[in-house]
């Protein structure tokens, strides 16, 4: 036999089922889930069900039909919006193979000169193949194009090509002098500035925390063999470089809640100046919910009609939903990224979510652009 699924609000659950059982409706498979009450009736008894939520102004949804006559029905009822869709789909797939437009980040000086390079490389179109982009081409094209280009990002990210640009600092906020000047974290160098000293780093070069990056010495001749003879001087210089921040954390991938089971208690009692008039009669549930709401009260007079309901629960464990894992992945991005130094530019980030075992594992990672130079 074929049934309909419905869900509808629990608190009517006791009246739908008397009004259903008066009509000789027969209800299978109920559960409470939450607020919602979900049951099953045979596909013959769907429109009566449906005309008598309709009356009692319910507030259900029906979760599946029953019956391949029902779904042609519906089929044919929404044949127009299927259509649509399929169509929708099928634009959305030859669109994904285009690129329609540039987004630009960075100095507006370097923008303007990215957009002169990209219109050189054929870039300028209204909507160009993804096939005919080669990115390396596009990031060595705008280093030769683009002055104090230190370092530049360039991604396809759905329709769009994405470009970032970090710009060369070709003067220091503060020209502080040191003995020498270190690495404060791991990085790839994009660009060297010295003002004093000697670097001992080039662009490209991989340099871990606590490596020396400008000695406080430079060249002032040579020797009698060649070799270049050194004097002690201030080091003073910036050092940027790509450098990786990241954070991991767990999650349970259950819970314990509590849910309604649809049983529930009431009684009343008076109050006269807000004093009771009578008790609490309690409830024999070892789970519950305790309501207390006012029935009706008397402007002239001081009294006060108050309703309290006990609700059963039960506890539910219950797994993590997908929102509920996005909404920690936006929250754990959010508080790394609030520990990025103000100094520094963001150029990409990337997240994952693992299952192990019970748990779901979220990493996070942003990479940054920054003068990771430091003096001592």
């Not at 008598?52 to 929404?78: C, E, F, I, Q």
């Not at 030859?94 to 329609?100: D, E, G, R, T």
């Not at 002032?220 to 270049?228: F, H, I, L, P, S």
Request: neutral net charge.
């Amino acid at each position: 036999m074929k049934y309909t699924v419905i869900s509808v609000s629990a608190h009517k659950m006791r009246g739908i089922l008397n009004s259903l059982h008066g009509r000789g409706v027969d209800i299978s498979r109920g559960r409470v889930e939450g607020e919602r009450w979900i049951f099953s009736v045979p596909q013959s008894a769907t429109d009566t069900t449906v005309k008598l939520l309709d009356g009692m102004d319910a507030d259900y949804t029906v979760v599946r039909y029953g019956g391949a006559k029902r779904l042609k029905t519906l089929v044919a009822v929404n044949l127009g919006l299927i259509i649509a869709c399929v169509a929708a789909i099928v634009v959305a797939a030859v669109c994904s193979l285009y690129v329609f437009g540039t987004d630009i980040s960075g100095e507006e000086q370097l923008a303007e000169q990215a957009r002169i390079v990209l219109a050189e490389q054929g870039l300028d179109k209204a909507a160009i193949s993804k096939r005919d982009i080669d990115i390396q081409s596009v990031k060595d094209a705008l280093y030769a194009g683009v002055d104090r280009l230190a370092f530049v990002s360039v991604k396809l990210r759905g329709s769009r090509l994405k470009v970032t640009m970090v710009a060369e600092k070709s003067v220091l906020p503060e020209h502080k002098k040191y003995k020498a000047i270190y690495a404060e974290r791991d990085g790839i160098v994009t660009s060297v500035t010295v003002l004093s000293g000697t670097a001992l780093v080039k662009e490209g070069d991989r340099v871990l925390k606590g490596d020396l990056l400008i000695e406080g010495k430079r060249a002032v001749g040579v020797d009698e063999m060649g070799e270049e003879i050194y004097e002690e001087c201030p080091a003073s210089g910036s050092v940027q470089a790509r450098a990786w921040i990241s954070s991991r954390t767990s999650l349970t991938s259950s819970y314990t809640t509590f849910v309604r089971t649809g049983n529930a208690v009431k009684s009343r009692y008076l109050t006269f100046f807000g004093k009771p008039i009578g008790k609490d009669q309690g409830c024999e549930y070892a789970l519950y919910e305790r309501e207390v709401r006012s029935v009706k009260s008397y402007s002239l007079l001081p009294f006060e009609v108050v309703e309290v309901t006990y609700y059963e629960t039960q506890t539910v464990v219950r797994e993590l939903s997908e929102g509920e894992i996005n909404a920690a992945v936006f929250e754990e991005s959010r508080r790394l990224r609030e520990t990025v130094d103000e100094s520094a530019s963001i150029i990409n980030d990337r997240n994952s979510v693992k299952r192990l075992d019970n748990l779901y594992i979220i990493d996070i990672y942003y990479e940054i652009v920054k003068d990771i130079a430091v003096g001592a």
